[in-house]
């Protein structure tokens, strides 16, 4: 597609140049049909650009989140790394599993225990070490099961529609229960996504003079909890409009979805159903991660978007 | 300058043609030159447009802060409009002295007091009944001196500086003490500036279903206080990544200047060194509002650009 598509309405496109890894289900139709309607001029669900804000949840949204978040593969390594430093954790849970390759013991305290990794190794450097470190991990880091690139774990249908929306004039977030500055290394390169439109949790920082060197310290203390009733505060707090459009998978987003299903005129809100065992995984009202039960309730009841990810998309992985 | 001049060298333009409320000094060769220098396509400082990020303070920087933030004048008229729903002001503490018409002694308290009074006067409503009761206000309220609509208390040579800045691919952030929300119910208006580009101080907020509808409601908590050592902070929350030019007048924005001249490559620091006691005010190291002391010292010791505004700015308000 040209950038001179721009130009032209959605619907003066054909459709099957659009996103074409989107197979042409209801919710291909769904979202091309919202996109032409609040960019036609003149028209009555017309919406200025730089309204046209669309938010979209980072795990099992736009990359997968099985077995365990990505994220969590990276406190992991780092707890290895870190290890000779801290001998005390040979014998201190979480840590003792961690290291012995037991991570389903190591989670077995569940968010408590995951919240108490990720403190200990996402702090206690400057920003900048942090980054350096995420970088060099994201850039060899290869899934466990599948043996693919980490970032290459990402979805082809959602990386089309990103950048289907962007071209009709949208700006594109990710809203995301992930920390903001381990995204935000790679937001850009994975997404086209740029660091200032990430919003994610985050630990304390302090800003400080090191012999003289203004450095910005990440303190092991958790700051803010993007997730459920932390998104639209995350969105409110970060870019003080309310969006038009908004994309999640699991119940951690339903907070997101209502806020921006309660604003005036036209909306889109949409649930990735993980249907797909065979070219992904299958999950949602019983699952450890990612689950979505009052979500596909509330969908079925308001008519969102729900995609059918076996049926509705032709390739899943970039 | 028609839009064509972004292809353009900031050397090709006349340098009249450019800010013209500027006069030909030091400051305003300072600044060409800094972006003439990182826009400079092969150049040793060229900077790519999207890391082209410049942050500005704005009470004091972009408009007056004199004789009292003009946020406060905010609150105050706030403690009048909320009085008869608590007879318990007329014997309280600072809200007596406001509803008397005493500021001076409502603020003996000094920023205390100023905090209790921003607490009650901005919460306890939602998001969007705060942005219309500003919205309210800024389109009437006068500055109790001058007499002259809020509003247009904006410093003709920033809005040029603002617009240049743009214009040559650069992002314009404000970066205040102020409220967030208060800020972004103007900020594009005045400053072109977009709301998901405004960082400022902010009250705790809270997402909540009231009859089934989604709300934001502003809690009388203080939350982030974007000033001093919070500033950097701020910037890195938001925009994730180092400024590359920095505007301030007081030691409120020193932090945020050592962050910014930090960087590595090109960097411009400026503070606005307030002189001029007939066409706005003077005042910088004894003042009880917008104090300039530690930077003033530091902007010499540094060589950062000090803008003379009695000497380098041919007219002041818009």
Redesign the interface.
């Known amino acids: 597609m040209s950038v001179k598509a721009e130009q032209r309405s959605v619907s003066e496109v054909s459709v099957i140049q659009i996103m074409p890894s989107w197979s042409s289900g209801p919710s291909k139709t769904a979202i091309l049909t919202f996109i032409d309607e609040v960019c036609k001029e003149g028209g009555e669900s017309y919406v200025r650009p ?1 309204d046209r804000i669309a938010v979209f949840d980072n795990d099992g949204t736009l990359w997968a989140e099985q077995p365990i978040y990505f994220q969590a593969l990276y406190a992991f390594d780092r707890v290895k790394e870190m290890a000779p430093q801290h001998p005390e954790w040979k014998e201190r849970e979480p840590f003792r599993s961690v290291l012995a390759g037991d991570l389903k013991k190591a989670l077995s305290g569940g968010e408590k225990s995951l919240l108490e990794i990720v403190k200990v190794t996402h702090s206690g450097m400057t ?1 900048e070490e942090f980054a350096a470190s995420v970088r060099k991990w994201i850039d060899s880091a290869k899934h466990p099961q599948t043996g693919v690139p980490i970032k290459e774990m990402v979805y082809q249908p959602m990386l089309e529609l990103l950048d289907t929306m962007r071209k009709w004039g949208f ?1 594109t977030y990710i809203v995301s229960g992930g920390g ?2 381990f995204m ?1 290394v790679f937001s ?1 390169e994975v997404y086209g996504i ?3 439109q ?1 919003i994610g949790s ?1 630990v304390e ?5 090191r012999d003289g ?2 450095v ?1 310290v990440r303190e092991p203390k958790v700051g803010f909890i993007d997730d459920k ?5 995350g969105i ?6 309310r969006p038009i459009a908004a994309f999640g998978n699991s119940d951690g987003d339903l ?1 997101m979805l ?2 921006t299903a ?1 604003g005036d005129g036209k909306r889109l809100c949409v649930y990735i159903h993980h249907t797909d065992a065979e070219r992904e995984w299958a999950y949602d009202r019983d699952s450890h991660i990612g689950k979505l039960d009052k979500g596909l309730d509330e969908a079925k009841a308001k008519g969102w978007t729900v995609v059918d990810m076996k049926e509705e998309w032709n390739k899943i992985f970039k």
């Open positions: 730089e920003t700006k903001i500055d935000r850009e740029p660091p200032e990430v985050s920082v302090k800003f400080e003079l060197v203004p910005i009733e932390g998104k639209p505060v409110h707090t970060h870019i003080g409009k907070q209502q806020w309660a």
